[in-house]
């Protein structure tokens, strides 16, 4: 799902500074999962903001509520009552859900609470680590079910760089060489005559963000 | 002939091949290149402009290697995949062929976090195979990448690439290469050498592809100046392994620096008699004034005049 | 941030109201509720304003609690859990230690004092030490002043 971290407090606190009132919203999804931003984590930090200011003598009222999803409509716009009673909103949904709001709510100041980080696999409780990259062309198949693009620090597409060690990355001895786990999966699937394919440059510019923000429209879905 | 270069005529001539590298300044410094030119000039076939290397900003290696050409030396003009993207790097291709450059290594490059300019964005649009195999496009099919547009003019390059035998997985470095060679490169130059037994292994594994046949495979030497430079490549350097062997004798030697020349010219012999090994390629970083003695002390000058 | 260190200011002729903190007690239904009964049987002398709010396991403790209790009205938040190898249910009072260190990471952003929020290990049988605990701890928060951050 996508990962996101709460942002700085201070950070908050700085953006919070010309209100007195204000909306906490948060989403049922992504950031609940990771712990950044859904209902009781929005709690703890509405809780931390309201004595922070509380502290300073310039209390802050507020609001929470938390739809299940935020980049959706129809969740979002459930919001519209609590929004005409504050002066601005602290979304800590993923990027998405922010601009979902600012889209409806066009005269309403929202601010981001996180920092929309990268979609992620949960490696245990508490850790997540960066899986894909969205890149429009999913070429999982060909490299053992591991992405390169996403986890090689080059976005390397035909084996690993001189700088592979010990099945670690040369950049960051924690994170594992991504080449290596798709030669080791190659090998324990016997497929590692594969990895002898010379995969091609690879479209950038065609089905990933390098041509443009990307829409999918389906017709048949429509109304 | 694929470029007519000075070194491709020496693997065509089947003489042993000798290349070095030179670090272009960081500015606009010319004569840093001169300098580095005037220890080289006579000694190499050819010499490697490194681009960035290490992701640090130095004079663009298109255009230290223009310099090179001027001050009567052949360059080895290196480019990564790293900085540029395939529009960048073809229009330095059309450059280069311009200006006379003959030789290139295609290489992914150094991460650019390991540099002066941490911040940058990232480009890696293509990957060292798939540059090796745009340069093959282009000087054989003639046409840009995708095989469309076509090119004004010849790019004839000799293409090289690079090779760790000392980095994991093992078993799969060979098979690295024979992709390399597939995807068209001409000669291969491999990380520095210390640890001769994995090399030998991996040149073995090379033959059995029957990779050796296809590409002039160069050994690469790096002369150790002390055992203080020994102990900090084999701890730092991701990719180069130094047995404890040899960073023993360099402790107790008496004096580091004699000793590491003396290593350097027995590992240029023993590499001269490993079949399928074609060349060496000297890297004497920041120490390119011991080029001569090297090279007349292991018994490779003086070099073949080509014409 | 600011912090009440002061006492409320002595109106003229009139005694000062001396500040009693208010303590929120979490206790564990295993060490810390026993312990309690046991103070209160003997009754030992304890804070006058006291909230004890059991729970089955220290464990069951989320960071929210402990910053409510203080947004809510407590200068001072305790947990009374079991010693570290004696979890009934094996890792509760290890989940509430880092619990509890990240709530003290956001005290320190609020500008609170982290003595506002202690853990206090204990067994069943320690009904002395629960009143001493709770009275050191209730001096201690005389001298620190109200809960700068409290909302109540």
Redesign the interface.
Same mark, same amino acid.
């Given at each position: 799902m996508i990962k996101a971290e709460q942002k700085p407090?201070?950070e908050i606190l700085e953006y919070l500074a010309p209100y007195n009132k204000i909306l906490l919203s948060g989403c049922g999804a992504c950031v609940t999962v990771c712990h950044a931003g859904g209902e009781?984590d929005g *709690?703890?930090l509405a809780? *931390?903001l309201?004595?922070?200011r509380?502290?300073?003598?310039k209390?802050l009222e507020i609001l929470e509520s938390t739809p299940a999803r935020q980049c959706e409509p129809e969740f979002a716009l459930e919001l519209s009552d609590t929004i005409g009673l504050v002066q601005a909103v602290l979304s800590v949904s993923c990027g998405v859900g922010v601009q979902t709001l600012t889209r409806h709510f066009p005269t309403t100041q929202i601010y981001p609470g996180v920092n929309t980080t990268f979609l992620g696999e949960t490696v245990e409780h508490g850790v997540w680590e960066e899986r894909c990259q969205a890149c429009g062309n999913c070429i999982l198949e060909k490299t053992a079910g591991v992405c390169p693009i996403a986890r090689c620090a080059k976005q390397l597409l035909n084996g690993p760089c001189g700088g592979s060690s010990n099945g670690k990355c040369e950049i960051k001895r924690e994170t594992d060489c991504a080449w290596q786990l798709i030669y080791d999966r190659s090998k324990s699937l016997g497929q590692l005559h594969r990895l002898t394919e010379i995969i091609p440059a690879k479209q950038w510019g065609v089905q990933s963000r390098d041509s443009g923000p990307r829409r999918i429209a389906r017709e048949d879905l429509k109304v | 002939m694929k470029s007519g270069s000075n070194l491709e005529k020496v693997f065509v001539n089947g003489n042993f091949a000798v290349t070095s590298e030179l670090g272009p300044p960081k500015g606009n410094d010319v004569g840093v290149i001169k300098r580095k030119v005037d220890f080289l000039r006579g000694y190499v076939d050819a010499v490697n402009i490194t681009d960035n290397q290490t992701a640090i900003v130095r004079m663009s290696s298109i255009a230290t290697s223009a310099f090179v050409i001027q001050m009567g030396m052949e360059p080895v003009m290196q480019m990564v995949t790293r900085d540029r993207n395939r529009i960048a790097m073809q229009s330095d291709l059309f450059g280069a062929a311009a200006l006379g450059i003959k030789n290139i290594v295609c290489l992914t490059g150094d991460h650019h976090t390991f540099g002066n300019q941490v911040h940058a964005k990232n480009v890696h649009d293509l990957d060292s195979v798939q540059l090796i195999n745009m340069v093959k496009t282009m000087r054989d099919e003639k046409t840009l990448m995708g095989g469309e547009e076509k090119i004004e003019g010849e790019i004839d390059m000799f293409i090289g690439g690079a090779a760790n035998p000392f980095a994991d997985p093992f078993e799969f470095r060979a098979l690295r290469t024979a992709k390399k060679a597939a995807a068209g490169v001409d000669f291969i130059q491999t990380q520095c050498i210390y640890d001769m037994v994995r090399f030998k292994e991996w040149m073995k594994m090379i033959r059995d592809l029957g990779v050796h046949e296809k590409v002039h495979i160069m050994a690469g030497i790096t002369p150790l100046k002390s055992a203080g430079m020994a102990r900090y490549m084999a701890k730092n350097v991701a990719g180069i392994t130094i047995p404890d062997a040899l960073i023993d004798r360099m402790a107790k030697a008496a004096k580091g620096s004699e000793e590491g020349i003396k290593i350097c010219i027995e590992q240029i012999q023993e590499v001269r008699e490993i079949e399928g090994v074609h060349g060496v390629h000297i890297m004497a970083i920041e120490w390119e004034q011991m080029i001569g003695r090297i090279t007349e002390m292991a018994g490779l000058l003086p070099r073949p005049q080509m014409d | 941030? %600011?912090r009440a260190d002061e006492k409320q200011p002595e109106i003229q002729g009139e005694p000062m109201s001396p500040f009693e903190p208010k303590i929120v007690a979490f206790c564990c239904e295993q060490s810390g509720v026993p312990a309690a009964e046991m103070a209160k049987t003997l009754k030992l002398k304890m804070p006058n304003h006291l909230e004890l709010v059991p729970v089955p396991c220290s464990g069951r403790i989320?960071? +929210?609690y402990l &910053? @409510?209790a +203080?947004?809510g009205g407590a200068d001072g938040v305790v947990v009374f859990a079991c010693h570290e190898e004696n979890c009934r249910y094996l890792q509760g009072n290890v989940r509430l230690k880092s619990r509890v260190g990240y709530a003290k990471q =956001?005290m320190g @952003? =609020? %500008? &609170?004092e982290q003595e506002r929020l202690e853990i206090f290990h204990l067994a069943t049988n320690s009904g002395v030490k629960f009143a001493e605990f709770l009275i050191q701890k209730a001096d201690q928060l005389e001298q620190l002043g109200p809960n700068? %951050? @409290? =909302?109540a």
């Amino acid at each position: 799902m996508i990962k996101a971290e709460q942002k700085p407090f201070e950070e908050i606190l700085e953006y919070l500074a010309p209100y007195n009132k204000i909306l906490l919203s948060g989403c049922g999804a992504c950031v609940t999962v990771c712990h950044a931003g859904g209902e009781k984590d929005g *709690a703890l930090l509405a809780s *931390a903001l309201r004595m922070a200011r509380q502290n300073i003598g310039k209390p802050l009222e507020i609001l929470e509520s938390t739809p299940a999803r935020q980049c959706e409509p129809e969740f979002a716009l459930e919001l519209s009552d609590t929004i005409g009673l504050v002066q601005a909103v602290l979304s800590v949904s993923c990027g998405v859900g922010v601009q979902t709001l600012t889209r409806h709510f066009p005269t309403t100041q929202i601010y981001p609470g996180v920092n929309t980080t990268f979609l992620g696999e949960t490696v245990e409780h508490g850790v997540w680590e960066e899986r894909c990259q969205a890149c429009g062309n999913c070429i999982l198949e060909k490299t053992a079910g591991v992405c390169p693009i996403a986890r090689c620090a080059k976005q390397l597409l035909n084996g690993p760089c001189g700088g592979s060690s010990n099945g670690k990355c040369e950049i960051k001895r924690e994170t594992d060489c991504a080449w290596q786990l798709i030669y080791d999966r190659s090998k324990s699937l016997g497929q590692l005559h594969r990895l002898t394919e010379i995969i091609p440059a690879k479209q950038w510019g065609v089905q990933s963000r390098d041509s443009g923000p990307r829409r999918i429209a389906r017709e048949d879905l429509k109304v | 002939m694929k470029s007519g270069s000075n070194l491709e005529k020496v693997f065509v001539n089947g003489n042993f091949a000798v290349t070095s590298e030179l670090g272009p300044p960081k500015g606009n410094d010319v004569g840093v290149i001169k300098r580095k030119v005037d220890f080289l000039r006579g000694y190499v076939d050819a010499v490697n402009i490194t681009d960035n290397q290490t992701a640090i900003v130095r004079m663009s290696s298109i255009a230290t290697s223009a310099f090179v050409i001027q001050m009567g030396m052949e360059p080895v003009m290196q480019m990564v995949t790293r900085d540029r993207n395939r529009i960048a790097m073809q229009s330095d291709l059309f450059g280069a062929a311009a200006l006379g450059i003959k030789n290139i290594v295609c290489l992914t490059g150094d991460h650019h976090t390991f540099g002066n300019q941490v911040h940058a964005k990232n480009v890696h649009d293509l990957d060292s195979v798939q540059l090796i195999n745009m340069v093959k496009t282009m000087r054989d099919e003639k046409t840009l990448m995708g095989g469309e547009e076509k090119i004004e003019g010849e790019i004839d390059m000799f293409i090289g690439g690079a090779a760790n035998p000392f980095a994991d997985p093992f078993e799969f470095r060979a098979l690295r290469t024979a992709k390399k060679a597939a995807a068209g490169v001409d000669f291969i130059q491999t990380q520095c050498i210390y640890d001769m037994v994995r090399f030998k292994e991996w040149m073995k594994m090379i033959r059995d592809l029957g990779v050796h046949e296809k590409v002039h495979i160069m050994a690469g030497i790096t002369p150790l100046k002390s055992a203080g430079m020994a102990r900090y490549m084999a701890k730092n350097v991701a990719g180069i392994t130094i047995p404890d062997a040899l960073i023993d004798r360099m402790a107790k030697a008496a004096k580091g620096s004699e000793e590491g020349i003396k290593i350097c010219i027995e590992q240029i012999q023993e590499v001269r008699e490993i079949e399928g090994v074609h060349g060496v390629h000297i890297m004497a970083i920041e120490w390119e004034q011991m080029i001569g003695r090297i090279t007349e002390m292991a018994g490779l000058l003086p070099r073949p005049q080509m014409d | 941030m %600011g912090r009440a260190d002061e006492k409320q200011p002595e109106i003229q002729g009139e005694p000062m109201s001396p500040f009693e903190p208010k303590i929120v007690a979490f206790c564990c239904e295993q060490s810390g509720v026993p312990a309690a009964e046991m103070a209160k049987t003997l009754k030992l002398k304890m804070p006058n304003h006291l909230e004890l709010v059991p729970v089955p396991c220290s464990g069951r403790i989320e960071t +929210l609690y402990l &910053l @409510k209790a +203080l947004e809510g009205g407590a200068d001072g938040v305790v947990v009374f859990a079991c010693h570290e190898e004696n979890c009934r249910y094996l890792q509760g009072n290890v989940r509430l230690k880092s619990r509890v260190g990240y709530a003290k990471q =956001i005290m320190g @952003k =609020i %500008g &609170l004092e982290q003595e506002r929020l202690e853990i206090f290990h204990l067994a069943t049988n320690s009904g002395v030490k629960f009143a001493e605990f709770l009275i050191q701890k209730a001096d201690q928060l005389e001298q620190l002043g109200p809960n700068p %951050g @409290k =909302i109540a």
